[in-house]
């Protein structure tokens, strides 16, 4: 695996004893959240769907992380698409190209247009 995984902890740490994360903006509430840490495994386990969002940068070290937890059968959306996001995610992961067995798409940067502003609360724009 590239770099460590266990990043922002003051922020997982707000997410996780508050149980969810605030958004301020277009997007007005609170959201809870069944987990929040770096327990990768965890969060992969019995997950139809994985919803990978984060900067550019940050697609290819978590694809490491994933690939000993993924299985057959899910689908890995990748935001955002900017930068091949897929086939970075599938290069991560250890993944053919065209291996079917888990379905790698992507979506725009659109979702990912919020600034954290606080521990465990965003602004969107």
Same mark, same amino acid.
């Given at each position: 695996?590239? =770099?460590?995984?266990?990043?922002?902890?003051?922020?997982?740490?707000?997410?996780?004893? =508050?149980?969810?994360?605030?958004? /301020?903006?277009?997007?007005? !509430? *609170? =959201?809870?959240? +069944?987990?929040?840490?770096?327990?990768?495994?965890?969060?992969?386990?019995?997950?139809?769907?994985?919803?990978?969002?984060?900067?550019?940068?940050?697609?290819?070290?978590? +694809?490491? +992380?994933?690939?000993?937890?993924?299985?057959?059968? =899910?689908?890995?959306?990748?935001?955002? #698409?900017?930068? !091949?996001?897929?086939? /970075?995610?599938?290069? !991560?992961?250890?993944?053919?190209?065209?291996?079917? /067995?888990?379905?790698? +798409? /992507?979506? #725009?940067?659109?979702?990912?247009?919020?600034?954290? *502003?606080?521990?465990?609360?965003?602004?969107? *724009?």
């Amino acid at each position: 695996m590239g =770099q460590s995984v266990k990043q922002f902890p003051e922020n997982i740490e707000a997410v996780r004893n =508050q149980g969810g994360i605030h958004c /301020e903006g277009i997007l007005e !509430g *609170f =959201q809870p959240v +069944a987990s929040a840490g770096h327990e990768i495994e965890a969060a992969l386990d019995g997950a139809d769907i994985v919803y990978a969002v984060g900067p550019a940068y940050s697609t290819r070290p978590f +694809a490491e +992380a994933c690939r000993p937890y993924l299985r057959r059968g =899910q689908i890995v959306i990748v935001c955002p #698409s900017s930068c !091949g996001g897929a086939i /970075e995610f599938k290069n !991560g992961a250890g993944l053919d190209l065209r291996d079917e /067995e888990i379905v790698v +798409a /992507e979506t #725009s940067t659109l979702p990912y247009a919020v600034r954290l *502003f606080n521990p465990g609360k965003y602004k969107d *724009f």
